[in-house]
């Protein structure tokens, strides 16, 4: 690596947009598992009944956009190593394809938000599933 960095305000910003969206990884992950924890306890769904017969599909829509959100987080992690990468002026690729800047600082911005809106869309639809929750009889 060289001795001087080409942009040396990334490694800072770099940080700071990676511990958002680590803690948007963190919540998406603990919130894939409130449904399964909490529907027996707060919903008094008794043991014997199976889980798949009372989730509904905002659940299995919560559970698609959380997984998302934590897909994206570990992309914008991966990413975030090449836009250092780019800052020391080395080579960056990603699968074995040399990017720019413009490529990897646009990808950025994707798989920032990405997990943001997923997060933001995935947790109101697991507290509808139990806001709206009606045993069948």
């Not at 698609?64 to 959100?69: I, K, N, P, V």
């Not at 570990?74 to 690729?93: G, T």
């Not at 947790?123 to 806001?131: H, Y």
Request: net charge negative; hydrophobic share 55%.
């Amino acid at each position: 690596m060289g001795t001087e960095l080409k942009h040396p305000w990334r490694l800072d910003t770099n940080e700071r947009y990676r511990e958002v969206v680590r803690m948007l990884m963190g919540l998406a992950t603990a919130s894939l598992l409130l449904p399964v924890f909490f529907a027996r306890e707060f919903l008094a769904i008794d043991t014997e009944t199976p889980l798949k017969d009372v989730l509904g599909a905002s659940v299995y829509w919560s559970w698609a956009l959380l997984g998302f959100a934590v897909f994206a987080g570990v992309l914008f992690h991966y990413l975030s190593a090449k836009w250092i990468r780019l800052a020391w002026e080395q080579d960056a690729y990603v699968f074995w394809i040399e990017v720019t800047d413009r490529f990897v600082d646009r990808a950025l911005d994707v798989c920032f938000w990405a997990p943001v809106f997923a997060f933001f869309v995935g947790l109101p639809l697991i507290i509808a599933f139990f806001v709206t929750y009606a045993p069948r009889p």
